[in-house]
């Protein structure tokens, strides 16, 4: 079992979704997280005080998958978030050792 974590551009997250429902992903797990990175963050102005953001607002979805499916799911990802610029994000794989349902006790590939 593997879980993919992709963080990703907000703009990108549309594109994003619609990708995974066509190859059969159908639950992920969404968090608004914020990073830093080569990508610099842009100037506000408040008031007339201008204030340097130096953390820039992404998302990151966590999908748990069986071993053969994270290539093609890791492909579709960087596919559809790919801009060309920087700060379009990265893909990470993990090894999970044990997967649950709680509702239903199921464990490992039955559980997702």
Do not use: P, W
Not at 68 to 96: F, H, L, P, Q, S
Not at 101 to 111: G, Q, Y
């Amino acid at each position: 079992m593997k879980k993919i974590e992709a963080i990703i551009r907000l703009s990108r997250f549309e594109q994003i979704r619609d990708a995974l429902a066509k190859i059969g992903v159908r639950f992920f797990t969404l968090t608004e997280v914020k990073g830093f990175g080569l990508q610099t963050g842009h100037k506000m102005v408040y008031r007339g005080s201008t204030y340097d953001s130096d953390y820039i607002a992404r998302l990151q979805l966590d999908i748990l998958c069986e071993e053969e499916r994270v290539e093609e799911i890791t492909d579709t990802i960087v596919k559809a978030g790919r801009t060309g610029e920087v700060g379009d994000g990265k893909v990470i794989v993990y090894d999970v050792e044990h997967i649950v349902r709680i509702r239903t006790s199921e464990t490992n590939a039955e559980a997702i």
